[in-house]
């Protein structure tokens, strides 16, 4: 990546930001389990972050992928996985399909108050029987005159409480599972929309996620986001972007607990000595320290084929089981390394051991990015031969 004065420049605001007007609050927003959505995102709004890579015409920057990657870089100086996870489903899941292949006026009515952050948007794919396997959603979308009306259930769904739109992904057609679906807006105060209930979440604490069902909600048909039975497609594409913003959110992240941990074992003293003298710990340190500037290499190069128009597929689903895998690896060794302290709820690496925990989860669990790996390998066995 060769980045400009420009990408710098979004940095340094980015961090300016989250020093001023997210770090200071995040252990409260932590014990309220949410955040002010609303507040916050018209902040970063007001700052031009939401929009960076979204067309100008409808209020972003019209820059290209790699400021987006910025964005999720810099989101790792946040003291917490919360903030960087509700940001990025707004930047970089829930309207990407959107600013590709809305209509002028659904883009108009939708996306240009998520850029402005007047509006905070959401995702509607993941349900209780269908997380990684998307093909297998049962929300379904049948059309009645000029509207859709939707029944289903979704779950998992991350600014969920606050948001004022969802991105849904829901079958439309009785045709083949990869071909029968369609992305559409859903406005979340729509007549039988319930959220059914907040969930209770092991880190993360600070990101309202929910569980919807819709009962014979009503839709235009005009809220359809590109064309009708693509909606598989564009969510794939929508993921690929989701995946490298996963890759890139995990490097400062990783970088800041490994910090934390120098900081803290330099100052402790065991034995005499500080902590940190001790070869097993600044040997491992410079392992972790390592491995970070390995996942960064794979995300640089992911970003730059990315923007060169090549398929990132197996770079993106590499990145993601990596930065997944590192975070836990890190998280992990650094608490050790706190002992006592590092159990306690508000130990900063304790936060990050309970956040990290979702990157081999959510987006695509490890196994399925090893399942895309293998499959662009040519070593996943056919299905006649399991």
Not at 147 to 171: F, P, Y
Request: contains cysteine; charged residues 25%; aromatic residues 8%.
């Amino acid at each position: 990546m060769k980045f400009t004065p420009e990408h710098e420049a979004l940095r340094q605001t980015w961090k300016t930001l989250i020093d001023r007007e997210i770090n200071p609050f995040v252990d409260q927003w932590e014990t309220d389990g949410q955040f002010p959505a609303h507040e916050l995102f018209k902040k970063m709004g007001d700052a031009g972050l939401l929009g960076v890579d979204k067309p100008v015409e409808y209020g972003g920057s019209g820059l290209d992928f790699s400021y987006a990657m910025v964005c999720a870089e810099s989101l790792g100086w946040v003291n917490g996985g919360s903030i960087p996870m509700a940001t990025g489903v707004q930047i970089s899941m829930a309207t990407p399909a959107l600013a590709r292949y809305g209509s002028d006026e659904l883009r108009k009515e939708f996306l240009v108050p998520s850029i402005t952050g007047d509006y905070v948007a959401c995702l509607g794919v993941s349900e209780t029987g269908a997380g990684s396997d998307v093909a297998s959603i049962k929300t379904t979308a049948r059309r009645v005159g000029g509207d859709w009306v939707i029944n289903g259930g979704k779950m998992w769904t991350t600014n969920g409480a606050q948001a004022d739109w969802m991105c849904l992904l829901a079958s439309t057609d009785d045709g083949p599972a990869h071909k029968n679906k369609s992305l559409i807006v859903v406005p979340m105060k729509t007549k039988g929309l319930e959220i059914a209930k907040k969930l209770d979440k092991l880190g993360m604490r600070a990101s309202d996620t929910v569980q919807t069902f819709f009962d014979e909600v009503k839709v235009p048909v005009r809220y359809t986001i590109g064309q009708p039975g693509m909606g598989f497609t564009y969510q794939m594409q929508q993921f690929q972007e989701e995946r490298l913003w996963a890759g890139a959110g995990s490097l400062n992240t990783c970088e800041r607990l490994i910090n934390a941990t120098i900081e803290y074992t330099r100052e402790r003293k065991v034995f005499g000595k500080p902590l940190l003298d001790n070869q097993v710990i600044h040997f491992r340190l410079a392992e972790l320290k390592s491995e970070v500037e390995g996942l960064r290499s794979i995300v640089y190069r992911a970003c730059e084929d990315y923007l060169a128009g090549k398929d990132v597929t197996m770079l993106a689903s590499m990145g993601k089981l990596k930065a997944g895998r590192l975070r836990r690896e890190v998280s992990d060794a650094c608490l050790q390394y706190w002992g006592g302290a590092g159990y306690l709820w508000d130990n900063p690496v304790a936060r990050g051991y309970r956040d990290g925990r979702l990157g081999s989860i959510g987006g695509g669990a490890d196994e399925v990015m090893l399942q895309i790996i293998s499959k662009l390998m040519g070593t996943l066995p056919r299905l006649g031969n399991r």
